[in-house]
């Protein structure tokens, strides 16, 4: 199985000569799921896998199923045995937040000083220039103003009643953008407890898996809860719904990653618990050929619509992987499916390759994306800042608009299966940084500004260490960071929907009206120039290292056509609240 990874940020890896989506293994625990036919209680699943010899440590009743640790040797036998089960399938591993091409991104810790005023907006949503880095929208957030968020801010703020599940690391609910503005409830669901009953502390040390408390240990999810709701305080920036609140549901545990029905669990949480919202910056790609993995995606397929039969609308990254997904319809494990996103079959199909590697290793071809692919799901791809709304100069020749604004960035994911699009910052010319050079930064306001925890993992990655990147600083001891990804565009999505149903109460859980409004307001007057990998450029990269097997360089003779870049177009705040 291809491993569900956090679609971070600047684009720096933590391990960076591994492929976020390659090389499945199988999780350390050998935690299986067990689904049983409909009717089936919690407590007669709990002792169903008791009597075949092992433990529940994942409650999916919702869905008719469990995560089960087996004891017994013969656990599998013993509950397939049982008449109420209809199907078990051991789990792969999913990873963490790591990203696609090495040290694209990144920067320090460090400190900074900027002035505060009571003003409205916070202080630096507005501001000119970071550390004399000017981007030509003029403000730090520049990501508003391209959705037009300050135009619904003159009438809506967001309705503290409106409540969004924030499905990550966590969130540091101490970060000063934050403390108000997150509910009391904090949930987990990376169940280390009940692991730890069943195999003992040191095989889970010995599977890296440390991360056991609410808090955000990692700094992914302290972000995206920030570009949704960070407060209107006076202090730094500012989220696009201010006055709406998120809670937490810790579903990845920094340096590890989750297993499947972590993700699942919290999901299922979140929409019992009726929120109206949900963002999932997450993504990965399963095998439908695989028998386990088609039966993985039916339980997303199955989750996802509990949650929108309780009216919860779920927002989800397109992918950095800059790879077609198609919208098609198809059976997966014996079910037929409407609205699948399944990776395309062509040489658009094969992830970006960073210089050096072997695109094979990137193959994704025929893979369907998990959870924005998912039926149901909204996708988001990814926009740039940019140079201006013409064309941008062609600074290395490459006969392309480098650096044009509004482009599909250059990591995101594209194709017929994309709902609509929202800013997620690129880099200066929207080229990776190994054909940029210098010049090709993401601080300034060409990234996304957000909240970090000043202590977790973003923060403390030596890969974060120069002004080229600038993935983290601290001011009075908060942290903040210039990221890109879709994970930056999900919740930038999801803040304009909060504003919606804000100002429009009869939307709220009514997903199909509510992604219908999103769309219908959308901004369309948007030309694309970004091409797809070039799968048969194999020259040298701008900083002169090798691209032997191509799919590492944009193609610039062939842009991605509008619908498969933006879907229906870019999310419209003042139009969305509007009349």
């Known amino acids: 199985m291809k491993r569900l990874v956090l679609l971070f940020s600047c684009l720096a890896a933590f391990h960076a000569a591994v492929p976020a989506y390659a090389k499945s293994r199988p999780n350390p625990f050998g935690v299986t799921i067990v689904r ?233 949480a979140a929409c019992s618990d009726r929120v109206d919202l949900v963002n999932m910056s997450i993504t990965g790609y399963l095998d439908p050929s695989d028998a386990n993995e088609a039966q993985t995606y039916r339980l997303f397929a199955d989750a996802v619509q509990y949650c929108r039969a309780r009216g919860v609308t779920i927002f989800a990254a397109a992918g950095n992987e800059h790879v077609r997904v198609n919208r098609v319809t198809m059976a997966v494990g014996g079910q037929t499916l409407n609205g699948v996103g399944q990776v395309s079959s062509g040489a658009d199909g094969i992830a970006t390759t960073p210089p050096g590697a072997d695109s094979s290793d990137f193959d994704l071809r025929g893979l369907l ?14 926009t740039n800042n940019g140079n201006d709304a013409a064309p941008a100069d062609d600074p290395f020749g490459f006969g392309m608009h480098v650096g044009a604004r509004d482009q599909l960035a250059y990591y995101s994911s594209y194709g017929s299966r994309v709902d609509i699009a929202a800013p997620g910052g690129a880099r200066r010319f929207n080229l990776p940084g190994w054909d940029g050079g210098d010049g090709n930064i993401l601080y300034g306001g060409w990234g996304s500004l957000g909240a970090l925890a000043e202590n977790g993992l973003v923060c403390r990655d030596p890969l974060q260490s120069s002004l080229f990147n600038f993935a983290c600083f601290k001011v009075d001891g908060a942290g903040f960071g210039w990221l890109q990804g879709t994970s930056m565009s999900a919740p930038n999505a999801l803040g304009v929907a909060a504003l919606a149903i804000s100002a429009k109460p009869e939307l709220r859980h009514d997903p199909v009206d509510l992604v219908a409004r999103l769309q219908a307001t959308a901004q369309k007057a948007l030309t694309n120039y970004t091409g797809p990998d070039d799968p048969d450029n194999t020259d040298p990269t701008y900083d002169g290292r090798p691209c032997a097997t191509g799919y590492c360089h944009l193609d610039t003779s062939s842009p991605i056509g509008f619908a498969d870049a933006y879907g229906v177009g870019l999310v419209d705040a003042g139009a969305a609240v509007g009349p």
């Open 36 to 268: 049983f036919a409909g009717g089936t209680t919690a407590e007669q699943m709990q002792v169903a896998v008791a009597k075949a010899g092992g433990v529940v440590v994942t409650d999916l009743s919702p869905l008719g199923a469990v995560g089960a640790a087996p004891l017994a040797r013969d656990f599998g036998r013993r509950i397939g045995a049982n008449a109420r089960v209809t199907s078990v399938f051991p789990e792969s591993m999913f990873d963490g937040p790591v990203t696609i091409d090495g040290k694209d991104g990144g920067g320090p810790v460090g400190s900074a000083v900027f002035g505060r005023t009571s003003s409205f907006p916070d202080p630096w949503h507005d501001a000119s220039s970071f550390l004399g880095v000017t981007n030509p929208e003029g403000v730090l957030q520049w990501d508003d103003a391209r959705m037009n968020v300050p135009a619904a801010w003159s009438t809506e703020l967001g309705d503290k009643t409106v409540k969004v599940a924030v499905l990550d690391t966590g969130v540091q609910k101490s970060h000063r953008e934050l403390a108000d503005n997150i509910g009391n409830k904090a949930q987990t669901f990376v169940p280390c407890e009940a692991l730890r009953r069943q195999y003992g502390e040191k095989t889970l040390k010995g599977a890296g898996l440390t991360d056991c408390g609410l808090d955000d240990q990692e700094g992914h999810g302290t972000w995206v809860a920030s570009r949704i709701a960070g407060e209107l305080n006076g202090f730094a920036s500012n989220g696009v719904a201010p006055g709406v609140q998120v809670s937490s549901y810790k579903v990845l545990a920094a340096g590890f990653g989750a297993l499947p029905d972590w993700i699942l669990a919290g999901l299922l």
């Open 369 to 382: 994306e998990t959870p924005a692919g998912v039926p149901g799901v909204v996708m988001v791809s990814a």
